[in-house]
C-alpha cells in the first residue's frame, strides 16, 4: 500500500466512527495506513477494521503527523479545536461535527449534489451536512435542477442514534423497562414513572413517545437542528433565498431518520415526472408502492446507502407543490458514507507517486 | 333521573367506547339511562359506568328503542349501516366513523368552534371529525379567526390506538419481543424478523420503525387519512378554498396524536400575538418553553382533554407563515370527548319537561 494516502478516523469509537470502521471494511480501499484515533478513554481499545486489528490510539498532535486525510466524527468543541491542528499538520480535515458547515471558507459538500465545492477549501476543511438535511437533499437535490426549487416545509422522525452511542442506550435502556406493561401509553400508565430519570442525552423519555425537540434553542423559538436543516440546505443548493421551515423531532427509533417534505416549485411538477427523476439520481432509491406497502421506512433503510423515497405526490391544492416521504441511515449517508465519499474524492488527488 | 334523555353508546367495549364510559363517569350528568351496545362478541360483558354496573347488549333494532341519543364508535360500515336504523327508531345519531363526515347533510362538529352547525342536521345525524383532524383544528381555528388562513402543511405522528384497541395490543405485543436486544433497530439486528408476521391492523412494524402510511388509498397516491385531514378541515372551517397538504404517519406511541403544522395566514403573523390567541381559545393548553423542557408530548397528553399546543414559532422566511406542534388525546377530543361534548349539547334540547 505504499504511495496510497493515510487515513486518520477521529472519533473511531463512537456511533458514526464505528460505521465509519466498517464501511471502510466494504468499500473498494484507497488508503495506505489507517490510523485509529479518539479520547484517552478508548486508548488500547482493538478495532477490527479493512481485516485488520487496529489500536485506538489517543488523539495528539503526534498522532496526528504524516496524515493526509482526517476524518473527524467527534463533538463539535473537540473537533472545533482538533480540526485546525491536523490541518497545520498537514493534514485535510473532513467533518462531520457542525463545527464548521457554515463558515464561508469550508464548502458544505454532498457528492452526489456539489463536488465540485471540494476544491474550494481555504481552511482546508471540509464539511459533512448534518444527518437529517443529507437524508432529504440528497432527493431535493435532482427535484430543483429540474424544476427549480422556491420553498421546502419539513417535519423529521430522527432517531435516537443521531444524538450518538449515547442516545441509542438509552432507548434500549427504557425500552427494556416499558416493555410488558400494557398500561403505559394509556392513561392509566405513566411514561415518565416507568422511565424514571435516566433520560440519556434527551430532554424527554424516547420509548412510547416523541419530542418535538433536537439540539439548543436558536433565536424565535427555533431549535438548533431545525436552523441546520435551513442554512445548510441553502448552502448545498446554493440557494440562499430558499424558504425553508422545519420541525424537527425525535422518535422512538434506533437508526434512519425519516423527513415529510413538501416542496413547492417555480414549475409545475406531477409525481410521473418527478419519479423518473429522483430514479435517475444518484444515492436515491424510489420505494413507492402503497398498496403493496411499499413506502421508505428505518427499520428498512437501516445499513444500506441510499435515501429511501416514497409517497411522491403531487399537492392536490397546488399544481407546484411535491409531498414526499424520505428516509435514510443516520450514521451512514448521514454521516459515515458521506464523509467516506468526500474522502475518497480527496485520496485521488493525493495518491503520491 | 325522571325526564332526562336516554343515551346509547354503540361500540361501548372498544377503545373509544372504553373511554366514553370513563368519561361518562366523570362529567356533570345529564342522562337519564345509559344503555351499552355493542356486537356479539361483548354481549352479557359488565362495565361500570356512572357508578352503575351496565351489562352490554347486541346492537340490535329494539335496543335502540326508546334511545334520545347514540353515540355511534362502530367501524365505518356498522356505523354506515345502523345510525339511519337509530335515527328512524327516534334517535339523534352523534357519530365518531368516518362514514358520514362529508355528507353534506351530516354536520361536522367542534363544538369549540362551530357548535351552530348542530341545529342544522337534516339527516338527523352529526359526525365527529377524525382524530388526527381534531388535534390540530382546535389550535388552527382561533389562529383563522385572527389572522386568515390560506394554507396548511401538516405532518402527523399518529399513536397506534387510532387503530382501536387492535393497534395498541400490536404494539405493546411487538415491543415484548423486541426489548431487550440492544442490536435491534440498528444494522445488525432485523426488526422484521423479531416481530415476525403479526403485525395488527398495519401493513409493517411498529416497533422501533415509523409507517408513513394510515388508512387506504385513495386518488394520487394519497391515502385516506390524507385527504380527510384535508377535506374535514375545509368543511370544519367553512373554507372550501383552503389549501391543505398532510402527510400522515403512525408512530410507536400507544395514545396521543402529535401534528406539526406550517400555517400560511392572510396577514403577518408573530408567535407572541398567536400565543396570546392560543392561550385564550377554549380547548387549547399552551405548552411553550423549549429552554425549561416544556411541548406537547403525547406521554403528557394522553388522559388529557385539551390539545397541548407548543414550539410556537413565526417561520423564518415568511412573516405570513406560523410553525407549531400539537398534541391531544387521540381516544379523549379525538373521539370520546368531543362526541359527548356534542351529546350533551344535543341533551339540554331533549331534556323531556
Ligand atoms: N450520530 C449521527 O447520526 C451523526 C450524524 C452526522 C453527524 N454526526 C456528528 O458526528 C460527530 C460524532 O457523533 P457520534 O454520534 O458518533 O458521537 P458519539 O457516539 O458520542 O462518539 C463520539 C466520539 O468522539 C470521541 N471523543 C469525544 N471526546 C473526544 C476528545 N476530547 N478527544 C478525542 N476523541 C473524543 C469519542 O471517543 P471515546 O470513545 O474515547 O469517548 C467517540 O469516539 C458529532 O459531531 C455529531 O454531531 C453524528
Ligand atoms: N381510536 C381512535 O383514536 C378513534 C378516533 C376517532 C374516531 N374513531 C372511530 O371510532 C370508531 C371506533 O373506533 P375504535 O378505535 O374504538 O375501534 P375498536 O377498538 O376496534 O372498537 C370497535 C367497537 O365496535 C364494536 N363493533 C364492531 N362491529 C360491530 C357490529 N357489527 N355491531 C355492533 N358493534 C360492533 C366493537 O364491539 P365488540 O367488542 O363486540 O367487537 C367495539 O366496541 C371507528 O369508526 C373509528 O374510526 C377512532
Known sequence: MAGLPTLAVVGATGAVGTVMCELLTGRRNVWGEIRLLASERSAGRKVRCRGEELTVQVLTEEALDGVDVA???????????????????????????????????VPLVVPEINPEQLRNRPRGIVANANCTT??????????????????????????????????????????????????????????RQAVGDDLGPFPAPLAL?????????????????EMKMRNESRKILGLPDLKVSATCVRVPVVTGHSVAVHAV?????????????????????????????????????????????????????????????????????????????????????????
Open 134 to 191: 443529507l437524508a432529504m437533499i440528497v432527493a431535493v437535490a435532482p427535484l430543483h435542477r429540474q424544476y427549480g426549487l422556491r420553498e421546502l416545509v419539513l417535519a423529521s422522525y430522527q432517531a435516537v442514534s443521531g444524538a450518538g452511542q449515547g442516545g441509542a442506550d438509552a432507548l434500549h435502556d427504557q425500552l427494556a423497562k416499558v416493555a410488558g406493561d400494557r398500561l403505559l401509553g394509556s392513561r392509566t400508565g405513566d411514561v
Open 209 to 225: 413517545n416523541v419530542v418535538p425537540w433536537a439540539g439548543s434553542l436558536a433565536d424565535g423559538g427555533w431549535s438548533s437542528e
Open 265 to 353: 416549485f417555480a414549475t409545475e411538477i406531477d409525481a410521473d415526472g418527478a419519479r423518473g427523476v429522483l430514479r435517475n439520481a444518484p444515492g436515491v432509491i424510489v420505494v413507492d408502492d402503497p398498496a403493496a406497502g411499499e413506502f421508505p421506512m428505518p427499520i428498512d433503510a437501516v445499513g444500506t446507502d441510499p435515501s429511501w423515497v416514497g409517497r411522491i405526490r403531487r399537492a392536490v391544492d397546488d399544481p407546484r407543490a411535491l409531498d414526499f416521504f424520505v428516509t435514510g441511515d443516520n450514521l451512514r449517508k448521514g454521516a459515515a458514507l458521506n464523509t467516506a465519499q468526500i474522502a475518497e474524492l480527496l485520496a485521488k488527488t493525493l495518491t503520491h507517486p
Open 71 to 105: 476524518m473527524f466524527d467527534v463533538p463539535d468543541e473537540v473537533a472545533a479545536h482538533w480540526a485546525p491542528i491536523a490541518v497545520s499538520r498537514g493534514a485535510i480535515v473532513v467533518d462531520n461535527s457542525g463545527a464548521f458547515r457554515m463558515d464561508p471558507d
